[in-house]
């Protein structure tokens, strides 16, 4: 069979493989533990249930407009004028199917060949594909002290005549870090003057940890959202649970989102209207769902990284948002690839090689699961990794003898 050039260039998304051998390891009745998986436990906010039902009742589900039911619209423009201090206007909004669409879109939107994208390591495995498919080039800037926040002076050095935009993700996937306020002044302002586009994808905002805030980039910039370089981009997969609805969305320039509708309305040509239904009744409902996900998450995160420290020769950084951390095995291997696998075959537990976020060495690990399976995951990696850990331990009802250490 014949594949264009691109599609060779293009790698399966490594999180939606490694759940994919998950599913199927647990049809055949394997014990196996995801800490793979980016998605939240909790069930649909009932908002979000009764808004859908209440669409689908109708029984007149038909096409709506590619950028956007006007409902829907209108409570983003309220949640970004709450959560963002911006008010904008409909022309500013186009909703896609989950925020990966949106910032699809927006490469496709304003990247030629041989354009460059400035990604911040540790990166969302996404970003270097998306921008591929535009034939954009990935420039990677990794931090070089040992932490998941790049400097300032890094990310200039990185940009050149050909870059076209940054992408910033904080809280981060998959490091959890989140920017300092600083940072993010500074970014905005480099962007803003040097006029490259800054996409800010926000789709964590919320979940931030220990009383801070992620603060949003439009805080940052005096221009108005006609002129700035900022593009904002969010969804309701994390913060509201809500990963199977694909329901995400740009706040941009009214050029840049007449640009992005023409691209939708020749692939997709937008979003379902029940699950559109359903994503107005989660941003106009009870916000309480979004705190009580945030307070789990950091119960979570707190779990985890007590476990995690009585591991030998690991090293972690706290996360301060999202439910991933990102340890440094190195200590065990180089190769974070092999080492996943390695995890996965005999302890029954998915982790997501590092490799794949631009950090060699490391595994992801989230915390989005419940207590049991986070404790009991932990206790199986230390089981195949750590020579101090008991030699022998139960995976399901099997007792299992360590003997390649």
């Known amino acids: 069979m014949s594949i264009s050039q691109l599609a060779r260039t293009i790698s399966a998304s490594s999180t939606l493989v490694l759940n994919e051998e998950a599913r199927i390891l647990r049809e055949k009745g394997e014990p196996v533990i995801s800490l793979g998986i ?6 649909t906010p009932i908002t979000a249930l009764l808004s859908a039902a209440a669409k689908l009742s109708e029984g007149n589900i038909k096409y709506t407009p590619s950028d956007g039911t006007p409902s829907l619209k209108k409570a983003i423009i309220r949640y970004t004028e709450e959560n963002y201090n911006r008010l904008v206007a409909p022309e500013n909004v186009i ?4 925020a990966k669409q949106s910032i699809t879109n927006i490469i496709l939107s304003i990247v030629n060949p041989q354009d460059e994208v400035v990604l911040l390591a540790p990166y969302w495995v996404s970003y270097p594909e998306i921008v591929k498919l535009a034939y954009g080039i990935p420039v990677v800037v990794v931090p070089e002290d040992g932490t998941f926040k790049p400097r300032m002076e890094d990310i200039e050095r990185a940009v050149g005549s050909y870059t ?3 992408i910033v993700n904080s809280p981060n996937n998959p490091s959890g870090a989140v920017y300092s306020e600083k940072f993010i002044a500074d970014i905005v302002d480099f962007c ?8 800010t994808d926000d789709i964590y905002h919320k979940l931030v940890f220990d009383g801070n805030q992620a603060r949003p980039a439009y805080e940052f910039t005096t221009k108005d959202i006609e002129s700035s370089m900022v593009i904002a981009v969010n969804g309701v997969s994390k913060s509201y649970g809500m990963t199977g609805f694909r329901i995400g969305w740009t706040i941009a320039n009214r050029k840049l989102v007449e640009v992005m509708n023409n691209i939708q309305s020749q692939t997709t040509s937008g979003t379902s ?3 559109q239904a359903g994503a107005e009744g989660a941003l106009t409902g009870m916000q309480s769902v979004v705190e009580s996900l945030r307070l789990t998450f950091e119960n979570n995160r707190n779990v985890i990284m007590q476990e995690l420290r009585s591991f030998n020769d690991i090293k972690v950084i706290k996360p301060e948002g999202a439910f991933y951390c990102l340890p440094d095995f190195r200590a065990y291997s180089n190769d974070s690839v092999e080492l996943s696998k390695f995890i996965l075959n005999k302890a029954m537990v998915v982790t997501v090689p590092g490799k794949d976020f ?11 699961g419940s207590i049991k399976d986070i404790m009991t ?3 199986r990696i230390k089981w195949v990794l750590d020579l101090n850990s008991p030699n022998e331990i139960y995976i399901g009802d099997r ?7």
Do not use: Q, T
């Not at 980016?38 to 069930?43: A, C, L, R, S």
């Not at 007792?399 to 250490?405: E, G």
């Open 38 to 43: 980016g998605e939240p436990k909790n069930k």
């Open 95 to 98: 909703v896609s199917a989950g």
């Open 164 to 166: 076209k935009a940054i």
């Open 192 to 199: 803003e003057r040097k006029k490259i586009y800054l996409i």
């Open 273 to 275: 209207v029940l699950l």
């Open 358 to 368: 631009g950090m060699e060495g490391h595994l992801r690990l989230s915390f989005a």
């Open 377 to 379: 995951a932990i206790e």
């Open 399 to 405: 007792k299992l003898i360590r003997d390649w250490l």
